[in-house]
């Protein structure tokens, strides 16, 4: 065959010339193959996918050639397409055992392997979200063992403080998806602004929700316990309005922990809500039982470790670089995107946060021991139900690159749910079979009280279906939250808390296990109608016409 010369000098020519023959050699070597290739194969393949690797090595190859001409670095790139091209047609014609049996080898190391990456980033998450209810939890301990009437009157106390602080988790997802979407951009600055908006955004609900407990929590909490139960009213109310000064730096704190997870960091605020749980149950230790503070003494610590917990969130964030301090107003247009993911999500916590409280009126209603047997139970189930949470928040993390990124895979989409289902299953029943044998074992834990005991557990076995099924579900609706699926999980969960409320009313009558009854149905109506809507053949997880057996799509895996 016919070769060609150089037109022009190289820049860098070789120096060794035992090299440059060589070199010239492989040319040859090259451009007869490729010659062949075509003439035996005059038909191209309808679709030829090309290895970036081998792209890039084949550049490097002509690279260090130097010496030769443009067309012979078309030759190489083009021996490349021929390679890969050869080793697709053999593949998939003559070898699909082999490629079936390397796809299922494939499929099972990316389960194994998301699933590590899982637990490395849900695991101190979890810590995140075990650290509030256990506050709570360590309140109810402390105080049940004192008195029952203040064991009541923490029930409306903890409605007003720890479940309205799930309304704003709004905040926290609204921040995890802002500032994810701005680092992906690589822009700091629009970073260290979306964290400015949203910590004014936090700290004036923050300073709303102080004037409200101080001025307002003493007259709700008696609308909420009705004239049956005034008598837990005077401590219910002591325990909110202590509690209720921490609201601004509750926010505040919610917001940097949030960036801080949005950055992929799940360690740091774990230091912080550590060193608040450890605070929170030395000040029950000295507070309520050495002082005798009671319910009193319990709000006062669970208050200043909220207090420790914001702080080193905020400076967790400026040893990121990013100044927790630095506040904005939003414009017009920025508080209109923070309420485009805000409003369905706080649609969502409002529904959840409704039905809970729903319960608890009416078990409020059914006299001082009932509402103090469901007192220890929704604070079990509330400690217990947050293992699920770190679930959530790793799909809000992880899913949004392969939904809608720039290397978008459904593949790895689907692959990584069903690694969040299957360690949900697991966690699910653990969680549910431990949370149960505790108040089964050993319910003096929480109180002496013989009829207490007895209603606590007329509804474990209901506690522990409800429980089962919350990790799965937490994945799903995680994964919805990550593919911007806000309407159908607002209208979903609305729809949930409107039959649960109905139910309510059509089981009160059955008493505490009634109450319970309805909140198995409302988890299980959660799990079934997300589920539903991910295996849609129209949902967001299987909109792509590309099947999930191709070669090129496996080794991408």
């Given at each position: 065959?016919?070769?060609?010369?150089?037109?022009?000098?190289?820049?860098?020519?070789?120096?060794?010339?035992?090299?440059q023959?060589r070199?010239?050699?492989?040319?040859?070597?090259?451009?007869?193959?490729?010659?062949?290739?075509?003439?035996?194969?005059?038909?191209?393949?309808?679709?030829?996918?090309?290895?970036?690797?081998?792209?890039?090595?084949?550049?490097?190859v002509?690279?260090?050639?130097?010496?030769?001409?443009?067309?012979?670095?078309?030759?190489?790139?083009?021996?490349?397409?021929?390679?890969?091209?050869?080793g697709?047609?053999?593949?998939?014609?003559?070898n699909g055992?082999?490629?079936?049996?390397?796809?299922?080898?494939l499929?099972?190391?990316?389960?194994?392997s998301?699933m590590?990456e899982?637990?490395?980033?849900s695991?101190?998450?979890?810590?995140?979200?075990?650290?509030?209810?256990?506050?709570?939890?360590?309140?109810?301990?402390?105080?049940?063992?004192?008195?029952?009437?203040?064991?009541?009157?923490?029930?409306?106390?903890?409605?007003?403080?720890d479940?309205?602080?799930?309304?704003?988790?709004?905040?926290?997802?609204?921040?995890?998806?802002?500032v994810?979407?701005?680092?992906?951009?690589?822009?700091?600055?629009?970073v260290?602004?979306q964290?400015?908006?949203l910590?004014?955004v936090?700290l004036?609900?923050?300073?709303?929700?102080l004037?409200?407990?101080?001025?307002?929590?003493?007259?709700?909490?008696?609308a909420?316990v009705?004239p049956k139960?005034?008598?837990?009213?005077?401590?219910?109310?002591?325990y909110?309005?202590?509690?209720?000064?921490?609201?601004p730096?509750i926010?505040?704190?919610?917001?940097a922990?949030?960036?801080?997870?949005?950055?992929?960091?799940?360690?740091?605020?774990?230091?912080?809500l550590?060193?608040a749980?450890?605070?929170?149950?030395?000040?029950?230790?000295?507070?309520?039982?050495?002082?005798r503070f009671?319910?009193?003494?319990?709000?006062?610590?669970?208050?200043?470790?909220q207090?420790?917990?914001?702080?080193?969130?905020?400076?967790?964030?400026?040893k990121?670089?990013?100044s927790?301090?630095?506040?904005?107003?939003?414009?017009?247009?920025e508080?209109?995107?923070?309420?485009?993911?805000?409003?369905?999500?706080?649609?969502?916590?409002?529904?959840k946060?409704?039905?809970?409280?729903l319960?608890?009126?009416?078990?409020?209603?059914?006299?001082?021991n009932?509402?103090a047997?469901?007192?220890?139970?929704?604070?079990?189930?509330g400690?217990?139900?947050?293992?699920?949470?770190?679930?959530?928040?790793?799909?809000?993390?992880?899913?949004?690159?392969?939904?809608?990124?720039?290397?978008?895979?459904?593949?790895?989409?689907?692959?990584?749910?069903?690694?969040?289902?299957?360690?949900?299953?697991?966690?699910?029943?653990?969680?549910?079979?431990?949370?149960?044998?505790?108040?089964?074992?050993?319910?003096?834990i929480?109180?002496?009280?013989?009829?207490?005991?007895?209603?606590?557990?007329?509804?474990?076995?209901?506690f522990?279906f409800?429980?089962?099924?919350?990790?799965?579900?937490?994945?799903?609706e995680?994964?919805?939250?990550?593919?911007?699926?806000?309407?159908?999980?607002?209208?979903?969960?609305?729809?949930?808390?409107s039959?649960?409320?109905?139910?309510?009313?059509?089981?009160?009558?059955?008493?505490?296990?009634?109450?319970w009854a309805?909140?198995?149905?409302f988890q299980?109506?959660?799990?079934?109608?997300?589920?539903?809507r991910?295996?849609?053949?129209?949902?967001m997880?299987h909109?792509?016409?590309?099947?999930?057996?191709?070669?090129?799509?496996?080794?991408?895996?």
């Amino acid at each position: 065959m016919q070769l060609k010369t150089l037109a022009r000098p190289s820049l860098t020519p070789i120096q060794n010339p035992n090299l440059q023959r060589r070199l010239s050699r492989a040319s040859i070597s090259f451009n007869t193959q490729l010659s062949s290739r075509r003439l035996s194969n005059p038909i191209a393949p309808p679709s030829i996918r090309i290895s970036p690797e081998k792209i890039r090595r084949s550049r490097l190859v002509a690279a260090c050639v130097g010496g030769q001409s443009n067309e012979l670095l078309e030759d190489v790139e083009l021996e490349a397409i021929a390679s890969e091209s050869d080793g697709n047609s053999n593949g998939n014609i003559g070898n699909g055992s082999v490629v079936g049996s390397k796809r299922e080898e494939l499929e099972t190391q990316s389960i194994w392997s998301k699933m590590k990456e899982i637990m490395m980033f849900s695991g101190p998450a979890t810590g995140l979200w075990i650290c509030a209810p256990l506050m709570s939890l360590i309140s109810t301990a402390v105080i049940g063992r004192g008195s029952s009437t203040e064991l009541a009157a923490l029930g409306p106390g903890t409605v007003f403080c720890d479940n309205m602080n799930l309304l704003f988790m709004f905040l926290s997802i609204a921040t995890s998806n802002m500032v994810a979407t701005a680092l992906a951009k690589r822009d700091k600055n629009q970073v260290q602004h979306q964290i400015s908006i949203l910590l004014f955004v936090g700290l004036t609900c923050g300073t709303l929700m102080l004037l409200f407990t101080q001025f307002l929590g003493s007259w709700a909490l008696t609308a909420f316990v009705g004239p049956k139960n005034v008598h837990i009213v005077p401590a219910a109310s002591k325990y909110v309005q202590i509690r209720g000064l921490a609201w601004p730096a509750i926010l505040f704190g919610l917001v940097a922990q949030s960036a801080s997870l949005g950055m992929k960091d799940s360690v740091g605020p774990l230091k912080a809500l550590v060193v608040a749980s450890a605070v929170n149950g030395l000040g029950h230790v000295v507070l309520c039982n050495m002082l005798r503070f009671g319910i009193t003494g319990a709000a006062w610590s669970t208050m200043a470790s909220q207090l420790i917990a914001a702080y080193m969130m905020i400076e967790a964030l400026d040893k990121k670089g990013f100044s927790a301090f630095a506040i904005s107003i939003p414009s017009p247009s920025e508080f209109l995107q923070i309420f485009a993911i805000a409003a369905p999500v706080f649609v969502t916590m409002f529904s959840k946060v409704a039905f809970y409280s729903l319960m608890t009126y009416f078990a409020t209603a059914m006299g001082t021991n009932t509402v103090a047997a469901h007192q220890v139970m929704i604070q079990m189930y509330g400690m217990c139900v947050v293992w699920g949470e770190p679930l959530s928040q790793t799909a809000q993390s992880f899913m949004p690159e392969l939904l809608n990124g720039v290397n978008r895979s459904l593949e790895k989409a689907r692959m990584l749910l069903k690694s969040l289902m299957i360690i949900g299953a697991i966690l699910g029943l653990a969680i549910g079979t431990i949370g149960t044998f505790v108040p089964w074992l050993f319910p003096k834990i929480f109180t002496h009280d013989p009829n207490v005991i007895q209603e606590m557990h007329k509804v474990l076995i209901l506690f522990f279906f409800s429980l089962a099924v919350t990790p799965c579900t937490h994945s799903l609706e995680g994964t919805l939250l990550a593919g911007r699926e806000l309407k159908f999980i607002s209208l979903s969960m609305s729809g949930c808390f409107s039959l649960g409320a109905l139910l309510l009313l059509l089981v009160k009558g059955y008493g505490l296990t009634g109450c319970w009854a309805a909140l198995v149905g409302f988890q299980w109506a959660r799990f079934f109608l997300a589920l539903r809507r991910l295996l849609s053949p129209n949902g967001m997880l299987h909109s792509d016409d590309m099947t999930p057996y191709e070669l090129g799509k496996l080794k991408a895996a």
